[in-house]
């Protein structure tokens, strides 16, 4: 647990977002059973886009993961996924959240 904490202190500080923040995002992939790096992968996705959309972490991991199970996302394509959906949402005059 100590290991995680400085982990998530220091990916959350490199991106602009609170710990709690990033330990919330990280939970819902914990749950899901994901490993270590996967979770870490996941979760500065996660708080990449809350950091756009002004959403809270916990709200875009589970909106994430709902698009990342449906499509059957491998964990390396994680973002790129993230990245068609910030396309879309841009040539559609909407947003992401």
Known sequence: ???FATQ???AAKSLG???KDYSNASLIYY???LSEKDVQAR???TLKVANVTG???QAVSEQLTAVWNGYKVANEEAE???DKLAAVADS???NMS
Request: charged fraction near 10%; aromatic fraction near 4%.
């Open 17 to 19: 977002a609170a710990t």
């Open 31 to 33: 749950q899901q059973g």
């Open 55 to 57: 959403q809270s972490g």
């Open 92 to 94: 559609s005059a909407s």
């Open 1 to 3: 647990m100590a290991r």
């Open 43 to 45: 979760a500065n996705t």
């Open 80 to 82: 790129l996924y993230v």
């Open 8 to 10: 998530a202190n220091k």
